[in-house]
């Protein structure tokens, strides 16, 4: 299974499916993760990779005991799914 990266140079979580990389945007202040901004490439669309990268934010959140804030409208609508929010 491919495994969500941490690019903590480029603030952004990393999922890379066949060499299409799916990320989320994030910034951390404090105890708390702010998820700015999720995005699949095209190749990615449809496939569920969006959520299994947010699968594995959530997964390193809690492992670093940080609280979740998603900013970005497709981060809220995956937590409100998954009742995290």
Do not use: K
Not at 10 to 33: K, M, P, V
């Amino acid at each position: 299974m491919t495994s969500v990266t941490d690019n903590a140079a480029e603030s952004q979580f990393e999922l890379n499916i066949d060499g299409h990389i799916a990320h989320a945007d994030y910034r951390i202040a404090g105890d708390t993760l702010y998820i700015d901004y999720v995005e699949a490439p095209p190749a990615l669309r449809g496939t569920g990779a969006a959520g299994r990268l947010m699968e594995g934010v959530m997964q390193a959140a809690a492992e670093r005991h940080l609280s979740v804030v998603p900013i970005c409208g497709y981060a809220a609508a995956w937590m409100r799914r998954h009742r995290t929010l």
